[in-house]
């Protein structure tokens, strides 16, 4: 199985930018897709951005793209989201995800337990 720890999130004024950060245990990162996912208060989960097992397919939500960037090093086993030019409803819990079974996201097979953002006005 695999463990997902994200770690990044915090409180952060409009127009400013975090980083959140991914570790992944018990499976090599670089063999499966993995991504970000968000839910706001009172909605659905969303898929934020995805990033294919070797990096080179990548999707962005259209809320986000142009502002975040997902990153991997699968040599620590990390994946990274740089959210940037942060917007107030950028607010919700920030989830990493990974597929263990196909090149891209496709279904989730692990969740981490999430990692709070806030964007303040």
């Known amino acids: 199985q695999v463990q997902l720890v994200e770690s990044g999130g915090g409180l952060v004024q409009a127009g400013g930018s975090l980083r959140l950060s991914c570790a992944a245990s018990?499976?090599?990162?670089?063999?499966?897709?993995m991504g970000w996912f968000r839910q706001a208060p009172g909605s659905e989960r969303e898929s934020v951005a995805h990033?294919?097992?070797?990096?080179?397919?990548?999707y962005y939500s259209d809320s986000v793209k142009g502002r975040f960037t997902i990153s991997r090093d699968n040599a620590k086993n990390t994946v990274y989201l740089q959210m940037d030019n942060l917007r107030p409803e950028d607010t919700a819990v920030y989830y990493c995800?990974?597929?263990?079974?196909?090149?891209?996201?496709?279904?989730?097979?692990?969740w981490g337990q999430g990692t709070q953002v806030t964007v303040s006005s």
């Open positions: 995800a990974a597929d263990v079974r196909h090149y891209a996201m496709e279904r989730p097979d692990y």
């Open positions: 018990g499976r090599t990162v670089g063999y499966y897709a």
């Open positions: 990033s294919s097992w070797d990096g080179r397919r990548t």
